[in-house]
């Protein structure tokens, strides 16, 4: 499996100007001080106060206070990591330490080996309920790729975790999903998918809804379609009304209607619930398409769940159906959307 370097490049030029835009509050000598004073608590496995050194800190510096960190040799250095992710733990509130998971976060995922280390900061900032800041995604999808270009396995990479004490979770796989569907790279975030429950990481809701929704996004409707019953049929979940919209406007959009009915009989012969907004966004595009009995089929679907049609679109079905002589569909329309009225 070869995925190619300039793909990289690309993209990393492309945020380049961002990552670099944040101005810098402090002098050099300020910023030495700083990433003396976090080395001190370090040495002193004063961890617990390494969050106070970053409290007058601006969130974008050029440099990295753990940037010392790359003296160290290499299983001391994962040594010191982990103990203070764990140190962070108990600290309240829990977002207290978001600065220094941000700089610990970015410093192992542009260290030479930055995994599995970055992985396991990157659990521990989420499950303290921070939110990495925006440009780690760049970071974490270049070395991710860089590792892959190695020929090694999605389920091997994540199970690396296990050497240094983490257990890969599905939060942590998720991110690196909407990450990787971020930058584009959305073949290999399909892998990722694909791979991640060989590393114990059955994929959720959120797994797929973040990569049908990118698929959907670049109108790549048949990679999406796969997906969606995949989701539904090999492992029993239910799609969000959301990742289910932007599916069905993307084979509108591809003028893929009769796609769009299949899937939207599909959903409710497997029990799954589809709401208002998917009913009519199908409809207009059966109308679009003057597949007026189709529509007729659709909103006759759409009535029976509770669901009455906007009057222009219930106007546009019967005219329709008249124009193309359908007048028994079209008298049997009007008397059903006459009875929902009353």
Known sequence: MVIGATVQHKFLLHFRPFLSRCPSARSV????KLEHAVREEVEAKNYVKIPDLFISLESC????PFSFFSSFPHNLRV??????????????????????????????????????????????????????????RVLLSSAWL??????????DILLQMQTIGYTP????????????????QLVEAVKVLRGMGGAGCIPD????????????RVRKTTEAHDLMKQMVVQYGLTPGQG????????????REIWNAVEMIEFMEKEGNSVGFESYELVIEGCLEKCEYVLAAKVATGMTERGFVPYIRVR????????????????????????????
């Not at 998720?174 to 990787?180: A, C, G, I, P, T």
């Not at 959120?206 to 959907?216: D, P, Q």
Request: hydrophobic share 40%; glycine share 4%.
């Open 315 to 342: 106007q546009k079905i019967i005219e329709g159906l008249a124009s193309i002589k359908e007048w028994k569909i079209a008298c049997a329309m009007r008397h059903r959307f006459a009875a929902l009225k009353s």
């Open 29 to 32: 000598s300020s910023l030495q």
């Open 243 to 254: 990742t289910l919209v932007k599916l069905l406007a993307a084979l509108r959009a591809n």
């Open 61 to 64: 510096q050029n440099s990295n």
């Open 146 to 155: 860089e590792r892959r270009c190695l020929s090694q396995s999605v389920a």
């Open 79 to 136: 040594q010191i990591i982990d103990e203070i992710l764990q140190s962070f733990i108990p600290i309240r509130p829990r977002s207290k330490p978001q600065l220094a998971y941000s700089y610990l976060l970015s410093y192992t995922l542009q260290s030479s080996h930055p995994f599995p280390l970055a992985l396991a900061v990157l659990q521990r900032t989420l499950r303290s309920g921070c939110l990495p800041v925006s440009q780690t």
């Open 169 to 184: 979770d599905c939060g942590t796989c998720n991110y690196l999903l909407s990450s990787l569907c971020a930058v584009d």
């Open 205 to 216: 809701s959120n797994s797929y809804g973040t990569v049908i929704g990118a698929m959907s």
